[in-house]
């Protein structure tokens, strides 16, 4: 708003009383170098913009990439495979969680960038436009060389940003020639220049009653955010104009400590554009490869395994884990990334096509809403394989308990039977002229032993477990018996 009123309060002073100033002028060199900044900050927010697409491309692709793993995970038959792809998700998952938490994190540490930065470009630019409107007149200016008035009349011109940007910029970092590690170049020095003929002329730097200043005596006054100072006086030759020492005295990109809000500023831009970026794959394919060759995929594998087994020597669970990361591999240790990813994009899994279950290859590149169904599919095709398993389980028990009951059968416990009654396991014989209902032993070890051999399939013979395997892969019976 102060520079709006000084606008204003100038334009009604008219010609006359700036005419009657014989003060110094503002060196154009040392404002455009104040607009190269403020062009500088005013890519702050495109800057954060770029980052944080660029975490958004990361959270995406592994998103997509935990998805295609997982679905693969269910519809792989082998063990030690499907186990390798389902911690390849989760660990592509991982990363699609600290990306988010990434965006986050940018998202906070940028607020004190995002408000200033801008608004100290705006707080330049208008001070140089100011000093454009105080430079039409003929014979005198307020912005030029010590000879010459500026022959700009836009602010771009100088290299300020416009007073209304429409194009908007698009940047990654801030100009490193410009915003250095030790400052803000070419910040620093006097920023005025006098011509001792009258030429110069910039009301700014000129005191008194009837003055903008509306007092007597030496006044000083910092615009354009503090980065340049005014000392306005009544006697001509002793006004000046500098510019705030500010490109020097920052280490590594910081000032320390940091005093003013220019200082503050450089520091805050130093941490946006140091701020890292996780590296775990822009496309769904990087982000599989990064994810099954990453060290804590082994980790996890390690954890679980030595949680499951109660392995007795520590150094176990690292030997296991990479064993099944290289026959994932097929054998190459060195390529697991690359190996992991070829076998995931040639599994056949599940998809919906017209309402109808089909199977595709992942290679195909699924929809997400493709991926989704897939996972589903494949996980209600192996609840029901289970289930049906489960249920044929718990038939084959109860006719083993059946038979084991049978085979405990005494003569005691036939006698009492007569006639029809006399069966299941017992047998009516003569003994003495007399009919009597006694065990059938042959009957009862026939029960026992079962018919195998009438029976199609797969005889699982684990311990007391021994069953028939119909619809279900041996690898989830092997689970269900465990």
Request: aromatic share 4%.
């Amino acid at each position: 708003m102060f520079l709006r009123t000084v606008v204003i309060e100038l334009l009604f002073l008219g010609h006359r009383r700036h005419a009657e100033t014989t003060h110094a002028a503002l060196d154009k060199a040392k404002i455009k170098t104040l607009c190269k900044i403020a062009n500088q900050l005013n890519l702050v927010p495109a800057i954060v913009v770029s980052k944080a697409n660029q975490i958004k491309a990361t959270h995406e692709a592994a998103q997509e990439a935990s998805q295609l793993a997982q679905a693969a995970a269910a519809a792989t038959s082998d063990v030690n495979t499907s186990t390798v792809f389902q911690a390849t998700a989760l660990q592509a998952a991982n990363c699609s969680e600290a990306a988010a938490a990434q965006y986050t994190k940018l998202i906070n540490d940028a607020q004190e960038v995002l408000l200033n930065g801008p608004k100290t470009a705006g707080h330049i630019a208008e001070i140089a436009d100011l000093l454009l409107k105080l430079s039409t007149d003929a014979s005198t200016w307020c912005l030029g060389t010590s000879s010459a008035k500026t022959r700009n009349t836009a602010v771009t011109q100088l290299g300020c940003p416009a007073i209304y940007v429409d194009n908007l910029p698009s940047a990654t970092g801030t100009d490193e020639n410009i915003i250095t590690q030790t400052g803000f170049a070419g910040l620093s020095g006097t920023a005025h220049v006098s011509s001792g003929t009258g030429s110069t002329a910039c009301y700014l730097l000129k005191n008194g009653a009837s003055t903008i200043w509306g007092k007597t005596g030496p006044v000083s006054a910092k615009l354009a955010a503090d980065f340049l100072e005014l000392t306005a006086q009544e006697s001509h030759g002793s006004e000046t104009a500098n510019l705030e020492t500010l490109n020097t005295g920052a280490t590594n990109g910081k000032f320390n400590p940091a005093r003013s809000g220019p200082q503050k500023l450089f520091n805050a831009i130093h941490r946006l554009n140091n701020f890292e970026l996780q590296n775990c794959g822009t496309t769904p394919e990087d982000a599989l490869q990064v994810a099954a060759a990453d060290p804590t995929t082994q980790t996890l594998l390690g954890q679980a395994l030595a949680a499951r087994n109660s392995y007795a020597q520590t150094n176990q669970t690292t030997s296991d884990a990479q064993h099944m990361l290289k026959a994932a591999a097929d054998g190459k240790a060195d390529e697991i990334g690359k190996m992991v990813i070829k076998k995931i994009k040639q599994t056949s899994t599940a998809r919906i096509e017209n309402t109808r279950q089909t199977s595709k290859q992942l290679k195909e590149t699924p929809t997400a809403e493709q991926r989704r169904q897939s996972i589903l599919l494949e996980y209600m095709n192996q609840r029901y394989q289970i289930l049906q398993l489960s249920t044929d389980l718990e038939g084959e028990k109860i006719k083993r308990n059946a038979a084991t009951s049978k085979a405990k059968l005494s003569d005691d416990d036939c006698k009492a039977k007569t006639g029809g009654a006399c069966k299941d396991c017992c047998k009516e014989i003569s003994e003495n002229g007399e009919t009597k209902c006694v065990v059938d032993k042959k009957g009862a070890t026939k029960v026992e032993g079962g018919e195998k051999d009438n029976k199609t399939g797969t005889t699982n013979t684990t311990g007391s477990n021994s069953f028939v395997i119909n619809k279900a892969p041996l690898w989830v019976a092997f689970l269900l018996l465990e």
